[in-house]
T-cell receptor, first 111, second 116 residues
Framework: ETGVTQTPRHLVMGMTNKKSLKCEQHLGHNAMYWYKQSAKKPLELMFVYSLEERVENNSVPSRFSPECPNSSHLFLHLHTLQPEDSALYLC??????????FGNGTRLTVT | AQSVTQLDSHVSVSEGTPVLLRCNYSSSYSPSLFWYVQHPNKGLQLLLKYTSAATLVKGINGFEAEFKKSETSFHLTKPSAHMSDAAEYFCVVSPLLTGGGNKLTFGTGTQLKVEL
């Protein structure tokens, strides 16, 4: 049973759609993260929020827009995506220092 | 600067035999080191962590890893493989004293196959 819950588990969207991924953590952590996991590539850190403020954005395209309304919730808003954005998107949370605790991910397919 | 190298992309063992997954790291700082496991269609689950205490670290599901500074290695072992161990394993390095969660470097993963 994971303390980090991601919804939906699977998402198929067209390139002109707008959708959002949701993440909720029940661990009392104060930092949350979005990672992208593509086949044959290392995990890519996309966004980091600490105490609800964004502290890192690793040059992610603007078609990905994060939102962190409080320390327990994190969203990733998606619009006009490209087929190469198809991947597993993982949310994680932690205290100030590692380790990170991951959710089960959202499998995104862009058609 | 830091990096991590998982020396084998695929490892295959028979059920009941030992498992060895190899990881080498480099770091300008004293490191924290972690092993995560990922089963199909799941997120990453923490197996164990090294943060400068005992060099032999015991984790969940019978796994353990030994920090060897002289060899810059943190290999993951298990005495006897089980079918349920089939998964992908990630070695991760972070600076010990200044490492926030945004300073993790992940390896490219080792796929473990367990055969009957």
């Amino acid at each position: 049973e994971t303390g980090v819950t991601q919804t939906p588990r699977h998402l198929v969207m067209g390139m002109t759609n707008k959708k959002s991924l949701k993440c909720e953590q029940h661990l009392g952590h104060n930092a949350m993260y979005w990672y992208k996991q593509s086949a044959k590539k290392p995990l890519e850190l996309m966004f980091v929020y600490s105490l609800e403020e964004r502290v890192e954005n690793n040059s992610v395209p603007s078609r990905f827009s994060p939102e962190c309304p409080n320390s327990s919730h994190l969203f990733l808003h998606l619009h006009t995506l490209q087929p190469e954005d198809s991947a597993l998107y993982l949310c994680a949370s932690s205290q100030a220092a590692p380790p990170l605790h991951f959710g089960n991910g959202t499998r995104l397919t862009v058609t | 600067a830091q990096s991590v190298t998982q020396l084998d992309s695929h490892v295959s063992v028979s059920e009941g035999t030992p498992v060895l997954l190899r990881c080498n790291y480099s770091s300008s700082y004293s490191p924290s080191l972690f092993w995560y496991v990922q089963h199909p269609n799941k997120g990453l689950q923490l197996l164990l962590k090294y943060t400068s205490a005992a060099t032999l670290v015991k984790g969940i599901n019978g796994f353990e890893a030994e920090f060897k500074k002289s060899e810059t290695s943190f290999h993951l072992t298990k005495p006897s493989a089980h079918m349920s161990d089939a998964a992908e394993y990630f070695c991760v390095v972070s600076p010990l004293l200044t490492g926030g969660g945004n300073k993790l470097t992940f390896g490219t993963g080792t796929q473990l196959k367990v055969e009957l």
